[in-house]
């Protein structure tokens, strides 16, 4: 990845809070790993390192992903959506762990009969989540 001028963050149609939603979805496989946010620091620090840097709503503060699990997304291909307001990072997940929760990937409640039930068959956690903080 590369450092990136003014005017590319400037077609970005940041929220009221200054973000953007950031999908991160396996290069490879083209699963939809989770969703997170950026702000302008850390799509900067994305584009500069090329790993996933994203903004942590309820710390208010940025994060590298996988800086205290080793479950780094190194950053394969960025992309920017038609209305500007949403992108998606194409990713290798390193560990192949996406989620705080010890899972492949965040999106492991699954709507059955009008409820959420969660399919452990499907998405198994395959590390303590205790031991897991991104």
Known sequence: MKDVNSSLLAR?????????????QDAVSLEVLM????NRESLQLTLETGDAHYWSRS?????????TSGHIQHVKELR?????DALLLKVEQ???IACHT??????YHL????????????EPVLTSPGKFTG
Not at 111 to 122: F, N, P, S
């Open 59 to 67: 710390r208010q503060a940025l994060w590298k992903k996988g800086e």
């Open 35 to 38: 969703l997170a946010w950026m």
């Open 94 to 96: 390193v560990g192949g």
């Open 111 to 122: 709507l059955e009969d009008g409820r959420w039930t969660v399919h452990d068959q499907c």
């Open 80 to 84: 920017l959506d038609c209305d500007g």
């Open 12 to 24: 970005i149609k940041w929220n009221e809070r200054g973000l953007v939603a950031a999908i991160a």
């Open 102 to 107: 010890g899972r492949r990937r965040c999106f």
